[in-house]
């Protein structure tokens, strides 16, 4: 669209199917206020399911000024068409300045869809986000090139500013406001349809759960020297409740799959506490988890850098430390 009709920013606030809010999409809501603080427009939240009061109720504590409910039989579960049609009719009625996706399977399956119906341009997997005070265009950050450098995106002349955002880029911020407007939307579909039919959700296996939302990963890299060092990291996990993350050294080893990466091109994640292991630092793996809270490494190198990031550093060998440490962890608890 070559015009936008407000400043405000709007976040597609994703459902599960459990009906609770995806973690990610509330985590848009840090950067969007601070957005549309800059671009002086209202931060706007949009929800689209069957049953939705408690997830407008989690939102609303989240920052959003306001909040679209758009709630139908319809939306119980995604469907690419109906949700891309709904919400490119909400668009095109509202014209916001920008619309932040969650870079979920979901959001990235719809995203695209949605920007080339409104010929707008989009900015996919991005690892920041913020906006130019004059302009009102978002500036979208990503890494390009294999990731070898990171980008600065800017969609000129272009409504909305669109782009998706990588699960655990930001943190989720409550915030208590005075009052939150909840505006019912009904979006009249006329001739969509859906054309896809959902029968059977299959969990792949050996994937980590939700790596990006975990408050506690206990990480390993090539440190380990083998695969069954990552046995050694989940017994720690599992006495702490966390989740385990890798290195892409440890990946490229063989010794667990890429869903477990974090850094560059792997996850981004932002835990309570991350526990690096046998891991050395390299910028690729710090991008993605050094917003942790606190960070401990182990690593028999004191010259590591990864000791430069760190809150607790222990030299020594991870082999002596993170059993003893296991044993004491399970015993108090
Ligand atoms: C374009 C690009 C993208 C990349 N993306 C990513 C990414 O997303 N994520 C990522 O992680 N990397 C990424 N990398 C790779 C990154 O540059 C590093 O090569 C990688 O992170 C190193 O992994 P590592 O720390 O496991 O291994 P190493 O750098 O080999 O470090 C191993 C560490 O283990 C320590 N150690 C060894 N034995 C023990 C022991 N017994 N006890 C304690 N410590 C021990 C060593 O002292 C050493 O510091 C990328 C690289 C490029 C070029």
């Not at 409910?69 to 939306?75: F, I, K, L, N, T």
């Not at 469907?79 to 909400?90: R, V």
């Not at 005075?178 to 059977?200: C, I, P, T």
């Not at 069954?228 to 017994?235: D, S, Y």
Request: charged share 25%; net charge negative.
């Amino acid at each position: 669209m070559k015009d936008k009709k407000s400043n405000d920013i709007w976040v597609f606030v994703e459902i599960k199917e459990d009906g609770s809010v995806q973690p990610s999409s509330l985590e848009l809501l840090n950067p969007g206020m601070q957005i549309a603080e800059k671009t002086k427009g209202k931060l706007v939240a949009v929800l689209f399911g069957s049953e939705l009061q408690s997830a407008v109720k989690e939102t609303a504590e989240y920052g959003a000024d306001q909040i679209l409910m758009v709630q139908g039989s319809e939306y119980e579960e995604y469907s690419t068409d109906i949700y891309t049609d709904a919400l490119c009719i909400l668009l095109k009625k509202y014209a916001p300045a920008a619309l932040l996706i969650a870079a979920t399977n979901n959001g990235r399956d719809m995203s695209p869809r949605i920007a080339c119906r409104l010929k707008t341009g989009l900015t996919a997997d991005c690892t920041g986000v913020d906006a130019e005070e004059d302009s009102g265009c978002l500036l979208w950050t990503r890494p390009t090139l294999g990731g070898n450098l990171m980008a600065c995106i800017v969609c000129q002349e272009h409504w909305p500013q669109m782009g998706t955002i990588r699960p655990g880029t930001y943190k989720k911020k409550k915030i208590v406001k005075e009052h939150v407007e909840v505006r019912r939307e009904f979006v009249k579909l006329g001739a969509s349809r859906n054309r896809v039919r959902v029968y059977e959700t299959i969990e792949e296996e050996g994937v980590p759960a939700d790596l990006e939302s975990a408050e506690i990963i206990v990480a390993g890299g090539k440190g380990l020297g083998s695969a069954q060092g990552f046995q050694m990291l989940q017994n720690l996990a599992d006495a702490l409740g966390g989740a385990v993350g890798a290195t892409r050294g440890a990946v490229e080893e063989g010794w667990i799959s890429h869903a477990f990466q974090i850094g560059q091109t792997g996850k981004t994640v932002s835990p309570k506490l991350y526990i690096a292991c046998g891991i050395s630092g390299a910028i690729q793996h710090m991008v993605g988890m050094s917003s942790a809270n606190m960070i401990i490494a182990i690593n028999q190198d004191r010259e590591a850098p990864i000791f430069q990031i760190a809150d607790y550093g222990i030299v020594g060998d991870i082999y002596k430390i993170i059993p003893e440490f296991t044993k004491k962890i399970v015993d108090i608890v």
